[in-house]
């Protein structure tokens, strides 16, 4: 597909080195999203190199749950590109950092999609590396969609600067450049704890190292205490995913995603229990 001509409808957000614009595109009367990125200097050629492996990691991928990538087009001035433009799937909704205070069944189910379709990145040889709530889209039809795959990792990649976003690095991922699908398990605990309890996790956390789970438990305070809301059983879970060392995190992803529809199961029929029990009263 060819990006084509469109009219811009709006602006949507801007990243770094990127705004993104929500267009209709003249060839088939479509809304996308339009990602658009230009070359000011020497340091904003990276926000090229992020946007060509967006495309090349979203047009490669096929799963309901992650933001589908339609074509590219770079802008050059002489020999030298000058910008991009990347076209991506529309996502009619806000993201869920915009979101707050979404019942625990809600939240349980953006959770789900998320890790089944990291589950299935991850099959693929594929890491997200840049898992927050900025980067998951929730639409206005209850769809969920995995975004922004500019610093995507593939399995047995090296890469000499640590990407990603600060409050949801791992500590081997600040400290020693590693992205796995360990690693994305962490970036989606800390995204889970935020988005449950309101709070990130203490930044200390990024220095713990191989830290024993005592040394752990004394400054990450359990969910619970912060919203009464939260079950055991999730509270277990998240805290799992965001051990200092990855040996203590759940195995894989879809361990992460199969225990959140368990989670999701037992609180639906707790519910359901309760209220059938306040209609016999």
């Given amino acids: 597909m060819d990006i084509g001509k469109f009219t811009i409808v709006g602006e949507l957000g801007q990243g770094a080195g990127s705004r993104i614009y929500k267009v209709r595109r003249e060839a088939d009367s479509k809304f996308y999203a339009l990602k658009i990125v230009k070359v000011e200097s020497s340091e904003d050629k990276k926000y090229v190199e992020q946007v060509q492996n967006e495309y090349a990691i979203a047009n490669g991928l096929n799963h309901p749950y992650l933001l589908k990538a339609h074509a590219i087009d770079l802008q050059k001035k002489l020999l030298f590109v000058s910008g991009a433009r990347l ?78 976003t600060l409050e949801y690095l791992a500590p081997e991922q600040a400290q020693n450049k590693i992205v796995n699908g360990k690693t994305d398990t962490f970036n989606l605990g800390v995204t889970m704890y935020r988005a449950l309890t309101g709070r990130g ?40 995913m965001i051990r200092c060392n990855p040996d203590y995190r759940p195995s894989t992803m879809r361990e992460v995603r199969d225990r959140i529809r368990e989670i999701g199961k037992r609180l639906k029929a707790a519910q359901r229990a309760t209220s059938s029990d306040q209609d016999d009263d």
Avoid at 95 to 115: H, M, Q, R, Y
Avoid at 128 to 148: L, Y
Avoid at 201 to 209: D, H, K, N
């Fill in 87 to 164: 076209l991506l799937e529309y996502v009619d909704g806000m993201a869920l950092a915009d979101c707050p205070g979404l019942p625990i069944t809600k939240l349980l189910s953006v959770f789900f999609k998320v890790a089944d379709g990291m589950a299935y990145m991850h099959s693929e040889g594929i890491y997200h590396a840049d898992i927050k709530p900025d980067n998951i889209m929730i639409g206005r039809q209850k769809e969920v969609k995995i975004i922004d795959f500019g610093l995507a990792w593939r399995r047995g990649e090296s890469k000499d600067r640590v990407q990603g």
């Fill in 201 to 240: 996790v203490p930044p200390e956390i990024r220095q713990c190292g191989g830290a024993d789970l005592g040394t752990f438990d004394n400054f990450v305070t359990p969910l619970h205490r912060l919203n009464k809301a939260v079950p055991p059983e999730l509270d277990e879970l998240v805290r799992q």
